[in-house]
């Protein structure tokens, strides 16, 4: 379409800086083409993206697949909303230039294919479904406008440090899982740069697995009845045990951010309307009708020092597990109200298919200021804040404030108050965006580099021995 | 008469006696109806299969089920034969669905259920020679193993019903991967990437093993078909399996002599009544959109009528289009709702299953448009086409070049994601259908039960059951009919001369109602 180019040539004033013109350091918040630009050409860790895609396959061992990252799609958002899929690169310099060159802004990692995606419709031609995913992380995507219904805070694509123990939450629960039940090791977890995370599940195993088991460990997650939004329990927990997942989950994880954390932050019985929500799931009415009588009367008179929502939450423990609740259903209600509450509530579509995109880490989320776009969409983008999408270390993942991810033009402040420090070699490592990068290479890369290589090795040798054994029958 | 020979060579004598694991075509010599009428008695029990499962029917009713249907269909007079019809019928309907991406997956899913539920009636040594015949040599836990997680394994027993394990309870410990399902249901108990499965529920691991060898020995008939049997059997079998895969075995709904037809003033009350979602979809999928209140604008011009130009076109092409389907040996009538779901409704389409499109297509684009009204209209109309644009999931997609060189003075903005669920919701509500019903029916179409998501339709929207199911738009309307007359509730029905039928084709109402 007739969209004005991006002016060039813009750049290196951010870099030289020129202290007259631009008021100090300080960089107007936005988002636009010629940051993103300078993101791009110096901080934004290519070399590492290709690292990480490539698994092992850009090294010299004969095992090596020479077309592997080739046949990796990846996905750019252009500046005029223009959507461009099956982009696909065959070296860490000619993915480097594109990105450079194109700018997106934003840049989806998709599947390995069979074959390389932009010559799809070569091979379409020659009939078959040539043309198929075979390989592809296991992602999951949690959003917190998901979870609008439980957070009294903010709604929508807000978020705040009342409702980001969500997320927390969700990290945890699944990082445990994913480790402990399905013996995946490689898990990089990456603020999605606006209001959720994004999880990266990278073994071998992971990235092989079949759209059916993909959705089989969607499902194993899964305890929330589909979207039955008529109907007050939103999780219905069944049988006389909960599985040990459960179990682990609700006793390690969502009890004790439930009742230590959002039940006072997120003031869940404040309200009569907040407090109804809860009584609705509970199926005796006359307990119901208990609680609710002593919630109105309180309302008049209260006079306690505790906190309101942990009396009534007690109160409403008290009366669902006391002795004389012998049946099952009522004492499972207070893990329901739990799991309702707290438990983690995943895009299930992203998971469950290898062709699906997800934002690569280290994206930029754009913020418009300009007015070419509809009212609509203008305000959804200004509401949200240019966040870069920075790794989450899982083990630490109470410390992540989404507040204080650097934002680009903070980045790019960073960048030139030490444009002139000689000592740092890269330039990220000026900014804020350092700690991230080099958290990235630690605690995720390297290991995964050194398991793809013994992988490689040990198939290689597998294959040797039985080419050996071959020849010797 | 004409022999069917097979040149396959194979034996089927170390196959377990009655439940076959189909791994080669029988060296057998078929008469060529029994060819086709094997298929159909097959057919009917996949059939029947695929009905119980739309409908949500509980494991115990779905063996039953499978047991009547097997029982019913599949016999046959000669003792001997039975299994030779078991297999014959398995290798034929292969044959005719294998054809497609589609096709393949019904049948997978269809055979893999019939299958579990036949794997489920055998005796358990039985189960476990087919155990074996799959190669699944997994070594049952050891009992030191078994103490260790003796607990977690009785509290997963518990958290799904199950007796408690004991030191005689075998488990066999397996890759999590290759019991997708009992992963799926919280089944079993997973430690680092293995799954602890109970012999009684090993039923997965054989079906997850038939299933991808099904799966893999489909894509492989397919490629034979299409580059062998197609060509050599044309005069023969190729007729026969093309017939069989669109063959529609419930009424006959193409016949239009019995019927009166409607007249185009009436049809807007009949519509009203008694159409189902697909054909009152043009409408609602103007006016049922959430749009944002700057868009409410274009919510008056989408329902309005287009140009006669247009409209001439749009009809003139779908009696072509009607009368190009005819001719087909058994495609009584193509548009059965198997036939419906399965199609997917191309750029500016306006048929299609909406229970299942509007779950998956929507998508908004909108345009800043030039003053000027004619403009405005002929933009509007195409506007709709670009409700079809890409998702993350799908590639259909018109670029915004293409809209440039109709429009040159349209000038793209913005493509966002709308919540297509709340159209569905919205159509439906216009439809009278309560929110409880509502709720019921979408939670169908999320599983993609969406013939079954319409038969709830219709039971809201008559308050009575409909225990056949909705198969075909024409069957939900003469259901309809026949519900409104019994209650006298509209006497249109009897205006019109007792049972009515429109014997349209779906553009052609919709061109009509345009």
């Known amino acids: 379409m007739t969209k004005e180019k991006v002016e060039d040539g813009n750049d290196d004033m951010l870099i030289d800086g020129e202290p007259e013109q631009r008021q100090g350091n300080a960089i107007p918040e936005g988002f636009n083409a010629n940051y993103l630009k300078v993101y791009y050409g110096k901080l934004f860790p290519h070399a590492d993206i290709f690292k990480w895609i490539s698994y092992g396959n850009d090294g010299k061992h004969p095992a090596c697949d020479q077309s592997y990252f080739g046949r990796r799609e990846f996905s750019f958002t252009l500046d005029n909303d223009i959507y461009v899929r099956f982009q696909s690169f065959n070296s860490a310099a000619e993915l480097e230039n594109s990105i450079k060159e194109k700018c997106p802004f934003k840049i989806d990692i998709g599947a390995v294919y069979s074959v390389d995606p932009a010559k799809r419709h070569a091979y379409a031609q020659a009939g078959d479904n040539v043309f198929t995913p075979v390989e592809r992380e296991l992602v999951f995507d949690i959003d917190m406008s998901d979870y609008d219904d439980v957070r009294y805070c903010c709604s929508g694509a807000d978020v705040c440090l009342d409702c980001w123990p969500l997320m927390t939450i969700a990290v945890k629960v699944i990082n445990t899982a994913l480790r402990d039940d399905f013996g995946f090791n490689h898990i990089l977890w990456v603020y999605s740069g606006r209001r959720g995370v994004h999880c990266w599940v990278c073994d071998g195993r992971a990235r092989r697995l079949t759209n059916e088991q993909r959705a089989a460990i969607v499902d194993y997650f899964r305890v929330y009845k589909v979207g039955n939004e008529n109907s007050h329990k939103k999780v219905s927990l069944m049988g006389h045990a909960l599985h040990p997942f459960l179990a682990r989950s609700y006793t390690e994880v969502l009890r004790a951010f439930f009742e230590e954390k959002l039940l006072c932050s997120q003031k869940i019985f404040a309200t009569e309307e907040r407090f109804e929500k809860i009584l609705k799931m509970i199926p005796d009415d006359s307990i119901t009708s208990e609680l609710w009588g002593r919630w109105q009367e309180s309302k008049r008179s209260s006079i306690s020092k505790e906190d309101l929502n942990v009396v009534r939450w007690e109160q409403l423990k008290h009366m669902l597990q006391s002795g004389k609740q012998k049946v099952q259903g009522l004492r499972r209600c207070v893990e329901e109200i739990v799991f309702s509450y707290t438990y983690p509530r995943l895009d299930t579509e992203v998971s469950k298919h290898m062709n699906h995109l997800l934002k690569a880490p280290f994206c930029v989320h754009p913020k418009t200021g300009a007015g070419c776009f509809s009212m609509l969409l203008n305000d959804f983008l200004s509401s949200l804040p240019g966040r870069v999408c920075v790794p989450i270390d899982p083990d630490q993942c109470e410390e992540f404030d989404p507040t204080t991810v650097p934002t680009l033009s903070k980045l790019l402040e960073e960048l030139n108050m030490g444009g002139l420090r000689a000592d740092i070699d890269f330039d990220w490592d000026k900014t804020s965006l350092g700690k991230s990068v080099r958290f990235f290479r630690s605690s995720f890369l390297q290991p995964l580099l050194k398991s793809c290589k013994e992988e490689m090795e040990s198939s290689y040798n597998a294959k040797l021995q039985h080419s050996k054994n071959s020849i010797s029958w | ?514």
Request: aromatic share 10%; hydrophobic share 35%; net charge neutral.
């Open chain 2, 1 to 514: 008469m004409e022999i069917v020979r097979s040149q396959r060579k194979s034996s089927v004598t170390d196959v377990a006696p009655t439940l076959p694991l189909y791994r080669s075509a029988p060296a057998l010599e078929v008469r060529l109806d029994d060819f086709e009428l094997f298929a159909i008695d097959r057919l009917r029990v996949l059939k029947g299969i695929s009905d119980g499962l739309s409908r949500g029917r509980k494991p115990e009713e779905m063996e039953k089920l499978v047991r009547d249907l097997w029982r019913t269909n599949m016999r046959h007079q000669n003792t001997s034969e039975v299994i030779n019809k078991d297999i014959i019928s398995h290798f034929v309907l292969r044959l005719v669905y294998c054809r497609t991406e589609e096709l393949r997956k019904w049948f997978l899913s269809m055979e893999t259920t019939l299958f579990r539920y036949r794997f489920r009636l055998e005796i358990p040594e039985a189960q476990r020679a087919l155990m074996g015949e799959f190669d699944l040599l997994y070594k049952a836990v050891g009992s030191a193993e078994f103490e260790s997680v003796k607990e977690i394994l009785g509290q997963v027993a518990r958290s799904i019903g199950q007796p408690l394990p004991n030191a005689d309870t075998i488990f066999f410990k397996v890759p999590f991967e290759e019991v997708p399902e009992l992963v799926a249901g919280r089944r079993v108990y997973i430690c680092k990437g293995y799954a602890y499965v109970p012999m009684n529920q090993v039923v997965s691991l054989v079906v997850t093993q038939f299933r991808s060898y099904l799966s893999k020995a489909l894509v492989l008939t397919n490629r034979k078909w299409t580059s062998t049997i197609r060509e050599q059997e044309k005069d023969r079998l190729t007729p026969i399996v093309e017939a069989l895969s669109t063959s529609y075995l419930g009424p006959d709904y193409s016949q239009p002599k019995e019927f009166a037809e409607i007249s185009i003033k009436d049809i807007d009350q009949v519509a009203n009544t008694s159409f189902p979602l697909c054909m009152r979809h043009l409408f609602e999928k103007g006016v049922g959109l959430k749009l944002d209140d700057a868009l409410a604008f274009w919510r008056a011009e989408f329902s309005q009528k287009v140009g006669t130009e247009r409209f001439d076109k749009e009809y003139a092409y779908s009696i072509r289009h009607n009368y190009g389907k005819e001719g087909k040996r058994t495609d009584y009538t193509p548009y059965s709702c198997q036939k419906i779901i399965s199609s997917t409704p191309g750029v500016g389409d306006h048929h299609g299953c909406p229970y299942r499109h509007f779950r998956f297509t929507l998508k908004l684009m909108h345009f800043h448009l030039p003053q000027g009204h004619a403009t405005r209209q002929n933009a509007v109309y195409h506007s709709e086409i670009t409700f079809f644009l890409s998702t993350q999931t799908s590639t259909v997609k018109l670029t915004s070049k293409q809209i440039y060189d109709f429009y040159h003075d349209c000038f793209l903005l913005v493509c966002l994601l709308l919540e297509s669920e709340e159209n569905l919701r919205a159509a439906l509500g216009k439809m009278g259908v309560s929110d409880r019903a509502v709720e019921d029916i979408m939670d169908k179409v999320r599983n993609r039960h969406y013939q079954l998501a319409c038969t709830l339709t219709f039971e809201a929207v008559h308050d009575s059951s409909c225990d056949a199911g909705i198969n075909h738009p024409n069957q939900y309307f003469s259901d309809s009919q026949k519900i409104l007359q019994s209650k006298m509730v509209i006497p249109l029905g009897e205006q019109l001369g007792g049972m009515v039928c429109i014997c349209m084709r779906q553009h052609e109402l919709v061109d009509r109602k345009l």
